[in-house]
T-cell receptor, first 115, second 112 residues
Framework: DAMVIQNPRYQVTQFGKPVTLSCSQT?????MYWYQQKSSQAPKLLFH???????NEADTPDNFQSRRPNTSFCFLDIRSPGLGDAAMYLC??????????????FGPGTRLTVL | DQQVKQNSPSLSVQEGRISILNCDYT??????FLWYKKYPAEGPTFLIS?????DKNEDGRFTVFLNKSAKHLSLHIVPSQPGDSAVYFC???????????FGSGTRLSIRP
């Protein structure tokens, strides 16, 4: 089945220690998104890639970076995690941007704990 | 500033009855609205959507109603089934943007 895969499902890191979260997709979609979701809050878009074009949300902290080496993979790098970065990180894909009308397909998420 | 609000964090409904989940938005530029459903340990999955040119969209047991003047939409599930127990996210976008804005979700529990 075509799907969006996130690894690892659970990640524990230390305060200030860089961490990388991984997302891969077999849907061959053009767009990949990273969302941050804190407990009982709405998923918040951090950035997205349309093919190789990167679009950062205005309020995404500089501490968060992303890489998309090819169509299938996208990485979220947190350079110096703080306690406030503990959250669920969701990766999603869509075929086109389409003003948000194109269905987004989500991975199961990676829950990040910062000690 | 929350542009999409789901004011009920949780809702409990008896099996077989109607579940009504509500959502309010503040941005009048939004012209497309979606509902996503999320089970524990899984990512959200698309459920149903509606364009602002319509006021109702139906798909099986699921119907979404849009009231543009009130900036309000609702999801009706009838009849409710145990498998409907999940978190439901309302989301909205405007066609000039490249993203959707989510609400904080409502946890629906269907009791026997």
């Amino acid at each position: 089945d075509a799907m969006v895969i996130q690894n690892p499902r659970y990640q524990v890191t230390q305060f200030g220690k860089p961490v990388t979260l991984s997302c891969s997709q077999t849907l061959n979609h053009n767009v990949m998104y990273w969302y941050q979701q804190k407990s009982s809050q709405a998923p918040k878009l951090l950035f997205h890639y349309y093919d190789k074009d990167f679009n950062n949300e205005a309020d995404t902290p500089d501490n968060f970076q992303s890489r998309r080496p090819n169509t299938s993979f996208c990485f979220l790098d947190i350079r110096s995690p703080g306690l406030g970065d503990a959250a669920m990180y969701l990766c999603a894909t869509s075929l086109q941007l389409a003003g948000g009308t194109d269905t987004q397909y989500f991975g199961p998420g990676t829950r990040l704990t910062v000690l | 500033d929350q542009q999409v609000k789901q004011n009920s964090p949780s809702l409990s409904v008896q099996e077989g009855r109607i579940s009504i989940l509500n959502c309010d938005y503040t941005n009048s530029m939004f012209d497309y609205f979606l509902w996503y459903k999320k089970y524990p340990a899984e990512g959200p999955t698309f459920l149903i959507s509606i364009s602002s040119i319509k006021d109702k969209n139906e798909d099986g047991r699921f119907t979404v109603f849009l009231n543009k003047s009130a900036k309000h939409l609702s999801l009706h599930i009838v009849p409710s089934q145990p498998g409907d127990s999940a978190v439901y996210f309302c989301a909205a976008s405007d066609s000039s943007a490249s993203k959707i804005i989510f609400g904080s979700g409502t946890r629906l529990s269907i009791r026997p």
